[in-house]
Antibody
Framework: EVQLLESGGGLVQPGGSLRLSCAAS????????MTWVRQAPGKGLEWVSS????????YYADSVRGRFAISRDSSKNTLYLQMNSLRAEDTAVYYC?????????????????WGQGTTVTVSS | DIQLTQSPSFLSASVGDRVTITCRAS??????LAWYQQKPGKAPKLLIY???TLQSRVPSRFSGGGSGTEFTLTISSLQPEDFATYYC??????????FGQGTRLEIK
């Protein structure tokens, strides 16, 4: 069974940093695009960032570009999200998710397995 | 950016009803659309991709249709476990994907 387990969330002051982790099991980790999606309290889903299978290419939403960095470690089957210069509007549940397809095409960015989410709260 | 607009935003229905949710794209996206179901406090679940392909182990009462700019998610006979929020997602402009704002389906 494919499983994703996020960790690293918590309470942080504005301007602070956090690193989220997503440990993957039950899959060939480096075959799939991996993505972070967030959901602010009472709001909808927002794409944050995706990373290619090799880790060589990363993509970001405008709202986080320049502040967040996605990475992956295939030796540890783990996805990361380094979040710097955090703002109140970054408060959300952050989900990691696995791409549906292995070929890097469009549906590699649809997500068929999701973690349980980790909560990030940015507040003074 | 491709915007997705779902309608209605809120839907009240009864067990056994047939319901349809619409997702409209701001520009043509061929069939590059997926649908997700999310229950409170849980992660989203992929229901349909490529506009009409049912994901593995998703009940056949769920179906998707459409192409271009207008898409539908239909539940043929609502079951108690179907009351949830539904999101569409476009992957046409991958990797820069977007979601609709969601449709909350509640019990009448």
């Amino acid at each position: 069974e494919v499983q994703l387990l996020e960790s690293g969330g918590g309470l942080v002051q504005p301007g602070g940093s956090l690193r989220l982790s997503c440990a993957a099991s039950g899959l060939t980790f480096n075959s799939y695009v991996m993505t972070w999606v967030r959901q602010a309290p009472g709001k909808g889903l927002e794409w944050v960032s995706s990373i290619s299978t090799t880790g060589g290419t990363a993509y970001y939403a405008d709202s986080v570009r320049g502040r967040f960095a996605i990475s992956r470690d295939s030796s540890k089957n783990t996805l990361y999200l380094q979040m710097n210069s955090l703002r109140a509007e970054d408060t959300a549940v952050y989900y990691c998710a696995k791409g549906l397809n292995v070929d890097g095409s469009a549906f590699s960015y649809a997500m068929d397995v999701w973690g349980q989410g980790t909560t990030v709260t940015v507040s003074s | 950016d491709i915007q997705l607009t779902q309608s209605p935003s809120f839907l009240s229905a009864s067990v056994g009803d047939r319901v349809t949710i619409t997702c409209r794209a701001s520009q043509g996206i061929s069939s590059y659309l997926a649908w997700y179901q999310q229950k409170p406090g849980k992660a989203p679940k992929l229901l349909i991709y490529a506009a009409s392909t049912l994901q593995s182990r998703v009940p056949s009462r769920f179906s998707g249709g459409g192409s271009g700019t207008e898409f539908t998610l239909t539940i043929s006979s609502l079951q108690p476990e179907d009351f949830a929020t539904y999101y569409c997602q476009q992957v046409n402009s991958y990797p820069f994907i977007t979601f609709g704002q969601g449709t909350r389906l509640e019990i009448k």
